[in-house]
């Protein structure tokens, strides 16, 4: 018996730390199904593992906070879920059901195809637990216990699945991406409501993301698995460009290695030639990289070629929890700039009706990850120079050439809007000035400015540099967002055939003037960040991760979760079944 009641069941004292705990999901605000005091004045149940339940959860109700909901991320505290769930049900036991648990303890072991890995939940305490107490007669204690652990575990699984496991407010300050019309009350109520019906496995169903492109990241992850479980794909040799022509054994690895990612149809004899095949796979396998497609591997090819199949089986379940942050987002008429993948859409009733190459900050000035609505189009805009732009880029140009200012059209201002005479200014003591650079084909935004309300100063915009546009890599912006088809952007974002086509767009610019003028519907625009991409066939393929965000992101995935410990001594000794040897 003494090994059998070192195995498992929660400590009751445990538990009740554990909840009042509300750190052990990393979750914040609390999101509550009813008041604390709903679960002070229920009417004491009649069942005895009620009365055991309600005599855990009870005392705990004004150990939580009211409902609070975060302005930058709603997150539903697990903990006040647990209690409300057993408060509204009378604290009847929710897990009396074998094949309830059955399918419970499958679904934790399948989250594994979404990335999060099943370990966090426990399995194997719970499946013991089970077996422990169907060799036995239970205490009520040991039941409640039990009903209270799965219950927790139930709903914690699937808030991952469905909202993530990372809080993406701790890792970014400013995040702001509040899941409007995404009611985490009716999350929970259709978790509960599938347990009700014992359809456990439904709600692990329809909890994550149903969109598509989920469904492909699914699919890749797998396929990845699939490739690290027969060795991982072959590693080519690195030193030497690969070039037209060549015909040696790093070329025969080359041509294994592209066969292994779908990029080259396999040969029933191995070759080692760098043939036009091979050159034509390279700049697919380049164009789809961001690297130069010149069909030539270098170093920077051979070296994205021999990332590690685990390191891109991390970089596909850290973008599947960017898609469990954002997917909700993703619906009827809205902007999406897609900042590690250079580029910009518009969707109108969930399907990309226009596509643009863009450039974005640099690393050391990052383009920042925020929504917020386009609200109006500046025409023929003036650009008043940032104060880090100024002091960081500027002042060396203007010291070194004083008719670096009437080259560029940039007037300086002092406080009160006057215009100074650029060689009266101690440059290198400027205080006090502003420099603004006159509308024009020159100007530093182009034609057209698309502005949305943020606290970066941040844009969309028209650009004189347009040759950076055919670079792969483009973080070449101090954080503002140039479009390469801006025009076409602003046509469709007014949406008005007559008024605003292209024709009025043009005339509109034509008169010179700068002029604001607003939208008649507010379009909402999401700067997201993305490490890998899907192709036209759905094979997932990979970005660079140009500001590093992605290690943050899967340290947290990683980090295990502090889910209670199953002991089931201090839920009181069980009674042992006929026929049971006692140890």
Not at 511 to 533: C, F, H, Q, S
Not at 537 to 546: E, S, T, Y
Request: aromatic share 8%; glycine share 6%; hydrophobic share 45%.
């Amino acid at each position: 018996m003494v090994q059998l009641t070192r195995l498992f069941v929660i400590s009751r004292v445990f538990f009740m730390v554990f909840l009042i705990s509300g750190a052990a999901q990393g979750q914040t605000s609390p999101i509550m199904l009813s008041s604390p005091a709903d679960a002070m004045n229920e009417t004491a149940p009649d069942d005895i593992v009620a009365q055991a339940i309600q005599a855990e959860l009870a005392p705990l109700a004004t150990a939580f906070p009211p409902l609070l909901t975060s302005p930058r991320h709603q997150r539903v505290d697990v903990n006040r879920v647990v209690m409300d769930f057993y408060s509204h049900r009378g604290y009847r036991a929710a897990w009396s059901h074998d094949s309830d648990v059955a399918q419970l303890l499958k679904s934790l072991g399948e989250t594994q195809v979404d990335g999060l890995d099943p370990a966090d939940f426990r399995i194997a305490e719970l499946a013991g637990a089970q077996t422990l107490m169907q060799s036995m007669v239970p205490t009520p204690a040991q039941r409640a216990a039990f009903d209270m652990a799965a219950t927790h575990t139930f709903i914690t699984a699937l808030l991952q699945l469905r909202r993530g496991k990372v809080d993406p407010s701790r890792l970014d300050m400013h995040w702001n991406f509040d899941p409007v019309g995404v009611d985490p009350r009716a999350d929970v109520n259709n978790f509960f409501a599938a347990l009700d019906n014992h359809d456990v496995a439904r709600a692990f169903a329809q909890a994550p993301p149903q969109e598509a492109i989920y469904g492909s990241l699914r699919m890749g992850l797998a396929q990845l698995r699939t490739v690290r479980d027969r060795g991982g794909w072959p590693k080519v040799a690195e030193g030497e460009s690969l070039k037209p022509g060549m015909d040696n054994a790093a070329v025969g690895q080359l041509r294994t290695r592209l066969v292994a990612g779908g990029y080259l149809a396999p040969q029933r004899t191995p070759r080692t030639i760098y043939d036009d095949a091979v050159i034509a796979a390279v700049k697919k396998y380049q164009s789809e990289q961001y690297l130069g497609a010149d069909g030539v591997a270098g170093a920077a090819t051979l070296a994205a070629l021999n990332v590690p199949v685990e390191a891109r089986i991390d970089q596909v379940r850290v973008n599947m929890e960017r898609a469990r942050w954002l997917l909700y987002k993703l619906q009827g008429t809205f902007v999406i700039v897609d900042i590690a993948g250079y580029k910009v859409a518009l969707y109108r009733d969930g399907k990309a009706i226009w596509r643009s190459r863009v450039q974005v900050g640099k690393p050391y000035r990052s383009t920042p990850v925020f929504q917020s609505e386009i609200t109006y189009v500046t025409f023929n805009p003036t650009w008043t120079v940032p104060p880090t732009i100024l002091v960081q880029d500027m002042l060396p140009k203007i010291r070194s050439n004083p008719g670096y200012l009437a080259a560029n059209r940039i007037r300086v201002l002092d406080r009160e809007g006057n215009v100074l005479d650029p060689a009266g200014v101690d440059w290198d003591h400027p205080r006090g000035l502003t420099l603004r650079q006159d509308a024009g084909a020159e100007n530093s935004l182009g034609q057209v400015v698309i502005r949305f309300p943020n606290d970066y100063a941040i844009y969309l915009h028209d650009t004189p540099h347009r040759e950076l546009f055919a670079k792969p890599f483009r973080a070449t912006s101090s954080g503002c967002i140039r479009v390469e088809n801006p025009l076409q952007l602003v046509e469709l974002l007014f949406n008005d055939p007559v008024r605003w086509n292209a024709a009025g767009i043009q005339a509109q610019l034509a008169n010179g003037k700068t002029e604001n003028i607003k939208l008649p519907v507010k379009v909402p625009v999401l700067l997201a960040y993305w490490t890998v991409d899907l192709s036209n066939d759905g094979r997932v393929i990979f970005k660079p991760d140009i500001y590093g965000y992605d290690t943050a992101v899967l340290r947290g995935l990683n980090k295990p979760l502090k889910l209670p410990i199953l002991d089931w001594q201090r839920a009181g000794s069980p009674a042992v079944v006929a026929g049971q040897n006692q140890q």
